[in-house]
């Protein structure tokens, strides 16, 4: 074998990598001329075979010929490289003629706007807002509250029980408890949160929000209280409407009253809002609170409800679809 094989190897490979136009030709050219089944390695399995006089010499050949070839490779891969980059700079230009991207941004959850109303209004009147556990133990969910565990009331509760004292409690009213336990009067508070009870249709969903409100002071009476939610609700259905006050029960509250809204373009509507009452003095003595001195009103408010009936949305269960389409409309 003589040295001419593997100079024209170079020129082959050098014409080769001058025609190549993008990295993966040349990587391609790389492999057939240096890897290591390539050109330049097939040539080193054939030293053995040639003659002892040749052989040093083929050898560093072949060693420069990989060099030069390497070289040549590293050359067009910097220019294809920089051309690249040109490239790029040329078509990657920004039209700022084109219109914008518009970034869409949210809105409050209608359920968590009208918590914010509702709070407004209700500090306005020096309420301030406390928290309870969802988490609530049977004695501040029912039995503090006048409903032992016979009573008939407990059943409308469709009660989530964790075991026999842990349940996700069923309305906001134990936070009234928790109030009274931790404060002395007199005592202005509302709170708001999440209530859970087993039921699924177009008007209930196992998880819903109340609003619980609690006075306890030297001269509340039911006058007061109703002035109080009639203020509240004419303010915040702005709408024309009409209230009605009507006797109900509640284990906790005596008297007992609940408040029914109609429409004015819906005559013979009634529907039913807000309970409230009284809070029952058996209540306050089982929380120390002076009778003689002290009575109290409490209410408590479905904030679905209130929203539904402002809104004219006649499905509770909208609210928790996370329907944009839906949510979109409160923007
Ligand atoms: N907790 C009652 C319910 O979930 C609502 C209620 C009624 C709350 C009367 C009160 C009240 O504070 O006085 O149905």
């Given at each position: 074998?003589?040295?001419?094989?593997?100079?024209?190897?170079v020129?082959?490979?050098?014409?080769?990598?001058?025609?190549?136009?993008?990295?993966?030709?040349?990587?391609?050219i790389?492999?057939?001329?240096?890897?290591?089944?390539?050109?330049?390695?097939?040539?080193?399995?054939?030293?053995?075979?040639t003659?002892?006089?040749?052989?040093?010499?083929?050898?560093?050949?072949i060693n420069?010929?990989?060099?030069?070839?390497?070289?040549?490779?590293?050359?067009?891969?910097?220019i294809?490289?920089?051309?690249?980059?040109?490239?790029?700079?040329?078509?990657?230009?920004?039209?700022?003629?084109?219109?914008?991207?518009?970034?869409?941004?949210?809105?409050?959850?209608?359920?968590?706007?009208?918590?914010?109303?509702?709070?407004?209004?209700?500090?306005?009147?020096?309420?301030?807002?406390?928290?309870?556990?969802?988490?609530?133990?049977?004695?501040?969910?029912?039995?503090?509250?006048?409903?032992?565990?016979?009573h008939?009331?407990?059943?409308?509760?469709?009660?989530?029980?964790?075991?026999?004292?842990?349940?996700?409690?069923?309305?906001?009213?134990?936070?009234?408890?928790?109030?009274?336990?931790?404060?002395?009067?007199?005592?202005?508070?509302?709170?708001?949160?999440?209530?859970?009870?087993?039921?699924?249709?177009?008007?209930?969903?196992?998880?819903?929000?109340?609003?619980?409100?609690?006075?306890?002071?030297?001269?509340?009476?039911?006058?007061?209280?109703?002035?109080?939610?009639?203020?509240?609700?004419?303010?915040?259905?702005?709408t024309?409407?009409?209230?009605?006050?009507r006797?109900?029960?509640?284990?906790?509250?005596?008297?007992?009253?609940?408040?029914?809204?109609?429409?004015?373009?819906?005559?013979?509507?009634?529907?039913?809002?807000?309970?409230?009452?009284?809070?029952?003095?058996?209540?306050?003595?089982?929380?120390?609170?002076?009778?003689?001195?002290?009575?109290?009103?409490?209410?408590?408010?479905?904030?679905?409800?209130?929203?539904?009936?402002?809104?004219?949305?006649?499905?509770?269960?909208?609210?928790?679809?996370?329907?944009?389409?839906?949510?979109?409309?409160?923007?």
């Amino acid at each position: 074998m003589s040295l001419d094989p593997v100079k024209k190897l170079v020129i082959l490979a050098k014409s080769n990598i001058m025609q190549s136009n993008n990295m993966d030709a040349l990587e391609a050219i790389r492999i057939k001329f240096l890897g290591k089944k390539g050109y330049l390695n097939q040539h080193i399995k054939n030293l053995n075979d040639t003659s002892l006089d040749i052989k040093p010499k083929l050898g560093a050949a072949i060693n420069q010929a990989k060099e030069d070839i390497y070289t040549l490779l590293i050359e067009r891969k910097n220019i294809l490289q920089s051309k690249n980059i040109k490239n790029t700079l040329i078509t990657d230009t920004l039209d700022v003629t084109l219109p914008g991207r518009l970034s869409d941004i949210g809105t409050h959850h209608p359920i968590t706007s009208t918590i914010k109303r509702m709070k407004i209004f209700f500090n306005t009147l020096g309420f301030s807002v406390i928290h309870g556990p969802e988490i609530e133990d049977d004695y501040f969910n029912f039995d503090a509250l006048n409903i032992s565990k016979y009573h008939p009331s407990r059943d409308e509760h469709d009660t989530f029980w964790f075991d026999e004292k842990r349940l996700l409690r069923t309305h906001t009213s134990g936070v009234q408890i928790r109030a009274m336990i931790n404060k002395t009067p007199p005592i202005r508070i509302i709170s708001f949160g999440r209530v859970y009870r087993k039921d699924y249709d177009q008007h209930h969903t196992p998880m819903f929000h109340q609003m619980e409100g609690l006075i306890v002071d030297s001269n509340v009476n039911f006058s007061y209280l109703k002035k109080i939610l009639y203020d509240f609700l004419y303010n915040f259905f702005e709408t024309d409407i009409i209230l009605r006050f009507r006797p109900s029960y509640f284990p906790f509250t005596e008297p007992s009253a609940e408040i029914d809204v109609m429409k004015k373009q819906e005559t013979g509507n009634w529907l039913e809002l807000l309970g409230c009452g009284m809070v029952h003095p058996k209540i306050l003595h089982h929380v120390d609170i002076d009778t003689e001195k002290f009575s109290g009103f409490a209410f408590g408010i479905g904030i679905e409800r209130l929203t539904m009936l402002q809104y004219n949305i006649d499905d509770i269960r909208v609210f928790f679809k996370n329907d944009l389409q839906f949510l979109d409309q409160f923007k």
